[in-house]
């Protein structure tokens, strides 16, 4: 996740993560990734409680994930790449996607003028309110650039206990998949808990209509526009915090361009 995700300016070191670690662009800081009730991560849909302090650090994975499963025990996910498992080259990540990611579809570049720039293993653990692993996985995250924008693709194995769909996205249907947008409002907050957000800002996140984040110096809002389908046992996302020209129906468009490549 070098150069990659979201086009966000703040690279944050993984302080406690393995040598040759790195955070990724995408990820603006240690994320707050709770969910109601344990409810949090990727798959099967209820209700998503993004509130607790919880260091999980990959924004986009949280928010392509909207909640977990009540019992799962997960109530985060961490999320973080290698430098030595990031490739510029489209057939080196191919060839990873082929032994790693087996079905996984994605293009060298789409009809809007986004192309290929770097191809990463991502690997995410799933962590416990007291911020223990339980499990990992990997997967497979695609940058691409256009004009100095940025959007990225994640490409994870579907995972049991996890929430993808809100009801909050607007949905169409795209070769018999059902497919989901939507533009999450964020808040990123300092970890000491120098600033608060506030109850109505609680009482959302509690709704999933924002997400509450922290490991900024100072509070900062933004909103990340994304859109995610579930295919074959893999559940797929492209994500950015700038949409520059990107509308709606051009992400709609970039996920037929993935299901029919």
Not at 15 to 44: M, Y
Request: net charge negative; glycine share 8%; proline share 3%.
């Amino acid at each position: 996740m070098d150069e990659i995700k979201m086009e966000r300016t703040l690279r944050e070191t993984l302080n406690n993560c393995a040598e040759g670690l790195q955070a990724p662009e995408r990820l603006k800081t240690r994320i707050d990734f709770a969910l109601r009730s344990g409810e949090q991560q990727a798959s099967v849909r209820r209700r998503p409680q993004w509130g607790k302090k919880l260091a999980a650090a990959c924004l986009v994975a949280a928010l392509a994930v909207t909640g977990a499963v009540a019992g799962s025990g997960v109530t985060g996910w961490f999320s973080a790449t290698r430098w030595d498992k990031s490739w510029k080259d489209f057939a080196q990540t191919a060839q990873y996607a082929q032994e790693h990611v087996a079905g996984a579809q994605y293009v060298s570049s789409f009809t809007n003028g986004y192309e290929f720039v770097t191809g990463s293993e991502s690997t995410t653990d799933k962590r416990d309110d007291g911020n223990h692993t339980l499990e990992s996985f990997t997967g497979l995250l695609l940058t691409y650039q256009k004009d100095g924008a940025t959007v990225t693709a994640d490409i994870d194995p579907v995972q049991e206990e996890a929430v993808y769909t809100s009801p909050y996205d607007t949905v169409r249907t795209i070769a018999d998949i059902e497919v989901h947008y939507r533009e999450m409002p964020c808040i990123f907050l300092p970890a000491d808990g120098s600033v608060q957000p506030t109850a109505e800002e609680l009482e959302q996140q509690e709704n999933g209509e924002i997400n509450i984040s922290y490991g900024t110096q100072t509070r900062e809002e933004n909103t990340f526009y994304r859109v995610s389908w579930i295919r074959d046992g893999l559940a797929y996302s492209i994500g950015t915090y700038d949409p520059g020209t990107l509308t709606e129906n051009d992400f709609f468009q970039m996920a037929q361009e993935v299901i029919e490549s």
